[in-house]
């Protein structure tokens, strides 16, 4: 046995009451999948692990609210993206998500998929914080953890993981009060096994992180000290614990060996991505997850009165201003920290799309351009440019700039949208709805995508029946 501590115990009783929770939601992909995994009686093959990750995925843009902001999303991917550049893991790529969550909380499920919450990112004091639990999370890939674990159960390993996977998403969306169990048959003990890592699974997680994170040129310290962190939150009275624990079992003891660990690598004073930035990201996620842009706004006004020097909280104020409606503030302040800064991209974004809030599309483009000779290629410029020139009536020069978007990145939602408006201006309905489709689908909303598809499928009848079959074969790849 593994859990014998009874802190351990009680954390993995409450783990089960989440699992008992997850009845409530709809799992389809559950009740498809015990085939992938019952033919082979040992550990998952990568191919299984990637099917299940995809459909793990497909259910969590169900269940979860992602942050598809593409300065915040392109901030996390480069960071895991350079820890993850630390391991000689091939077998698949890593992909990197934000949920928009309060919530301190990380996760990772097979086929390389890392989720980090939103609250996790306010809440890091340093980029190295932050690194550190993303490169704990790549370890847990990269020593495939969680097959493992299942595989050791005597479970159909597959139907195990998604067991695994459906208890995350249910504790993530706190469906802990429901009583009847989800894991029909399955004892409690195979159940705590299944859910939680283990003790030497998380020892070895903090050995790896720690290495990754120095081999990244970040501070190997960073991941303790984020331990430590949580380890005070937890212990607070009336606190509920962060969702983290109940899957990242947290000791002094691991605390301690990942500090000991920490300690003896080199300190990482050449962070590839710098404290600047990450204040900037920060600040962001506060001003552009908060459910009230008006308490996001007060706050961050306060942060500026008593430092107002302070750059990052400058920025989140100016988006904080604009998302609660006061436009003239919101432009002042960001042009203010243009002039201060205009070197800094971010700012001459946000400017652009505050003045295309107001319709000033010249002064947008202006901005636009001029961060573009700063990073050309870049595509959060590439689609505001888009957009610009769609709001400039200039709808054909726009479809070619958001083509290009998606092309060259076609994990963006929002390049899709934007795509969909400039072709619906042209009057090419069918494309418009395909492009929809699209950015329905990469937000999680199948019904929606399948229902745009369906909108172009009958319009493709009359009007256009070479992209028919090309809408057909979508439509039979996304239903479910
Ligand atoms: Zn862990």
Redesign the pocket.
Known sequence: MRYRDPANRIRLQLLALVLAGAVALPLPALAELPSLGSQTGGELTATQEVEIGQRFLAQARQELTFVHDPEVVAFVRLLGNRVAAQTDFDAYPFQFYVVKDSRLNAFAVPGGHIFVHSGLIERSDSVSELAGVLA??VA?ITQRHMARQVAASKRSQASSLLLVAAAVLAGMQGHGEAATGLVAGASAYSQQEMLA?SRS??RE?DRLGVKYLAGAGFNPDGLPRFLQKLQSWSQLQGRAPPPYLS??PLTGERIADAKGRASQLDNGSNAPLGETAFARIKARVQAITADSPEKAFQELQERVRSHPEDQAARYGLAIAAGRSGRSQQALDQARALVADHPETVAYRRTLAELYLAEGQTDAAIDEIKAALERRPGNPDLREALGKTLLAQGKAEQARQTLREVTRDFPERPSGYSALANALSRLDRPVEAHRSEAEARWLQGQRTEALEQLRLAKRLARERDSAQLSQIEARIRELEP
């Open positions: 704990h999370e847990h890592y699974h998380e997680a899957t990242h």
